[in-house]
Protein backbone atom coordinates (compact mmCIF):
# COMPACT_ATOMS: atom_id res chain seq x y z
CA UNK A 1 0.00 0.00 0.00
CA UNK A 2 0.89 3.71 -1.22
CA UNK A 3 -0.78 6.22 1.32
CA UNK A 4 0.17 10.10 -0.81
CA UNK A 5 -0.44 13.20 1.27
CA UNK A 6 -0.03 16.85 -0.75
CA UNK A 7 0.04 19.82 0.31
CA UNK A 8 1.24 23.50 -0.70
CA UNK A 9 -1.94 24.79 -2.02
CA UNK A 10 -3.03 27.74 -1.65
CA UNK A 11 -4.27 30.87 -2.59
CA UNK A 12 -1.71 33.11 -5.00
CA UNK A 13 -2.56 36.06 -7.27
CA UNK A 14 -2.46 35.61 -10.72
CA UNK A 15 1.63 35.56 -12.41
CA UNK A 16 2.58 34.37 -8.79
CA UNK A 17 4.21 30.71 -8.23
CA UNK A 18 3.31 28.05 -6.15
CA UNK A 19 5.37 24.63 -4.97
CA UNK A 20 3.31 21.40 -4.30
CA UNK A 21 4.56 18.69 -2.86
CA UNK A 22 3.07 15.11 -2.23
CA UNK A 23 4.67 12.63 0.53
CA UNK A 24 4.42 9.30 0.15
CA UNK A 25 4.41 6.70 3.11
CA UNK A 26 6.12 3.17 2.36
CA UNK A 27 9.62 2.16 1.16
CA UNK A 28 9.04 1.12 -2.32
CA UNK A 29 8.01 5.23 -3.71
CA UNK A 30 11.45 4.89 -5.31
CA UNK A 31 9.78 2.19 -7.85
CA UNK A 32 6.81 4.46 -8.65
CA UNK A 33 5.84 6.33 -10.99
CA UNK A 34 4.40 9.43 -9.96
CA UNK A 35 1.82 11.97 -11.66
CA UNK A 36 0.30 15.03 -11.37
CA UNK A 37 -3.44 15.88 -11.95
CA UNK A 38 -5.55 18.53 -11.37
CA UNK A 39 -9.53 18.63 -11.51
CA UNK A 40 -11.91 21.73 -11.63
CA UNK A 41 -15.82 21.47 -10.44
CA UNK A 42 -17.72 20.42 -12.86
CA UNK A 43 -14.82 19.14 -15.10
CA UNK A 44 -13.25 15.99 -15.63
CA UNK A 45 -9.82 15.18 -13.59
CA UNK A 46 -6.94 16.23 -16.44
CA UNK A 47 -3.24 15.40 -16.56
CA UNK A 48 -0.53 17.73 -15.39
CA UNK A 49 2.75 15.82 -15.66
CA UNK A 50 4.61 12.55 -15.40
CA UNK A 51 7.94 11.69 -13.83
CA UNK A 52 9.04 8.37 -14.01
CA UNK A 53 10.24 6.24 -11.03
CA UNK A 54 14.22 7.42 -11.50
CA UNK A 55 12.97 11.10 -12.60
CA UNK A 56 14.77 10.34 -16.14
CA UNK A 57 11.38 10.82 -18.26
CA UNK A 58 8.91 13.58 -17.51
CA UNK A 59 6.08 14.67 -19.40
CA UNK A 60 3.85 17.83 -19.13
CA UNK A 61 0.57 18.53 -20.53
CA UNK A 62 1.02 21.15 -23.52
CA UNK A 63 -0.83 23.82 -21.17
CA UNK A 64 1.82 23.48 -18.68
CA UNK A 65 4.83 23.04 -20.33
CA UNK A 66 7.43 26.00 -19.95
CA UNK A 67 5.93 27.33 -16.65
CA UNK A 68 5.53 23.85 -14.38
CA UNK A 69 8.31 21.57 -13.24
CA UNK A 70 7.81 18.21 -11.96
CA UNK A 71 10.90 16.83 -9.70
CA UNK A 72 11.04 13.89 -7.02
CA UNK A 73 13.12 13.51 -4.14
CA UNK A 74 13.28 9.49 -3.94
CA UNK A 75 15.80 10.27 -0.43
CA UNK A 76 12.72 12.21 0.75
CA UNK A 77 10.01 9.78 -0.56
CA UNK A 78 8.62 13.04 -2.60
CA UNK A 79 7.43 14.16 -5.67
CA UNK A 80 7.71 18.43 -6.28
CA UNK A 81 5.54 20.14 -8.50
CA UNK A 82 6.54 23.88 -8.85
CA UNK A 83 4.24 25.64 -10.41
CA UNK A 84 5.05 29.86 -12.19
CA UNK A 85 3.52 32.22 -13.73
CA UNK A 86 -0.14 30.81 -12.39
CA UNK A 87 -3.11 31.99 -14.50
CA UNK A 88 -6.95 31.83 -13.19
CA UNK A 89 -7.44 29.08 -14.90
CA UNK A 90 -5.10 27.13 -13.26
CA UNK A 91 -7.53 27.26 -9.90
CA UNK A 92 -7.73 23.71 -9.50
CA UNK A 93 -7.75 20.78 -6.89
CA UNK A 94 -4.45 18.88 -7.06
CA UNK A 95 -3.75 15.31 -6.89
CA UNK A 96 -0.98 13.54 -7.03
CA UNK A 97 -1.35 9.70 -8.02
CA UNK A 98 1.38 6.95 -8.16
CA UNK A 99 1.43 3.69 -10.66
CA UNK A 100 4.67 1.04 -10.76
CA UNK A 101 6.11 0.33 -14.06
CA UNK A 102 4.98 2.57 -16.66
CA UNK A 103 4.83 6.54 -18.16
CA UNK A 104 1.32 6.76 -18.28
CA UNK A 105 -1.01 10.17 -18.70
CA UNK A 106 -4.13 8.60 -18.15
CA UNK A 107 -6.12 9.21 -14.33
CA UNK A 108 -7.70 5.24 -14.50
CA UNK A 109 -4.00 3.73 -14.83
CA UNK A 110 -3.26 4.84 -11.41
CA UNK A 111 -3.31 3.18 -8.82
CA UNK A 112 -2.94 5.13 -5.74
CA UNK A 113 -4.17 8.40 -5.27
CA UNK A 114 -3.86 11.65 -2.50
CA UNK A 115 -6.78 13.64 -1.05
CA UNK A 116 -6.35 16.77 -2.99
CA UNK A 117 -4.86 20.01 -2.62
CA UNK A 118 -6.68 23.32 -3.72
CA UNK A 119 -5.08 26.23 -5.95
CA UNK A 120 -6.68 29.08 -6.70
CA UNK A 121 -5.39 32.00 -8.59
CA UNK A 122 -6.99 35.15 -8.62
CA UNK A 123 -6.80 37.33 -11.74
Known amino acids: QVQLVESGGGLVQAGGSLRLSCASS????????MGWFRQCPGKEREFVAVISCSGGTINYADSVKGRFTISRDNAKNTVYLQMNSLKPENTAVYYC????????????????WGQGTQVTVSS
Open 26 to 33: GRTFHSYD
Open 97 to 112: AARPGAVVFRGYEYDY
